[in-house]
């Protein structure tokens, strides 16, 4: 409703919300939708209910999300991005001691918060996992 009232770019799902489908139904074709998958199926699903990129994870245990789900780990995450033709952003305990190993995965990029809310230095911890990321 939000994302419609303010004529959002775009809007993102997950398992438990609006189902994709319906969501690119009221979107339309013109927006950006994401998709929350934890599965090689609901990957699959994703693509085929009109998702323009998917969210995986989480990837490893995270403190951002209280009722996450068990992390997918990286064998899942690189089955999810060799399964789709859209692209894949990883999520779920990512950060600067793991971002090397995401990325060696294929995936096209990453969502992170602790990683970069959870610092003293919000700016530096961003530039670091930009740097880190390229």
Same mark, same amino acid.
């Given at each position: %409703?939000?994302?419609?009232?303010?004529?959002?770019?775009?809007?993102?799902?997950?398992?438990?919300?609006?189902?994709?489908?319906?969501?690119?139904?009221?979107?339309?074709?013109?927006?950006?939708?994401?998709?929350?998958?934890?599965?090689?199926?609901?990957?699959?699903?994703?693509?085929?209910?009109?998702?323009?990129?998917?969210?995986?994870?989480? +990837?490893?245990?995270?403190?951002?999300?209280? %009722?996450?789900?068990?992390?997918?780990?990286?064998?899942?995450?690189?089955?999810?991005?060799?399964?789709?033709?859209?692209?894949?952003?990883?999520?779920?305990?990512?950060?600067?001691?793991? +971002?090397?190993? +995401?990325?060696?995965?294929?995936? %096209?990029?990453?969502?992170?918060?602790?990683? +970069?809310?959870?610092?003293?230095?919000?700016?530096?911890?961003?530039?670091?996992?930009?740097?880190?990321?390229?």
């Amino acid at each position: %409703d939000i994302a419609l009232a303010v004529d959002a770019d775009g809007l993102h799902v997950g398992q438990e919300a609006l189902p994709v489908q319906e969501a690119r139904r009221l979107l339309g074709k013109d927006k950006i939708l994401g998709y929350s998958v934890a599965t090689v199926e609901e990957a699959l699903f994703g693509q085929q209910s009109g998702a323009d990129y998917l969210g995986a994870g989480p +990837i490893y245990p995270t403190g951002s999300k209280a %009722d996450a789900a068990p992390p997918i780990g990286i064998d899942t995450l690189k089955s999810i991005k060799e399964s789709v033709s859209i692209p894949v952003v990883a999520i779920g305990g990512i950060g600067a001691t793991n +971002i090397k190993e +995401i990325k060696g995965s294929g995936i %096209d990029g990453v969502s992170v918060i602790s990683a +970069i809310l959870g610092s003293a230095d919000i700016k530096e911890a961003s530039r670091r996992l930009v740097k880190m990321w390229r």
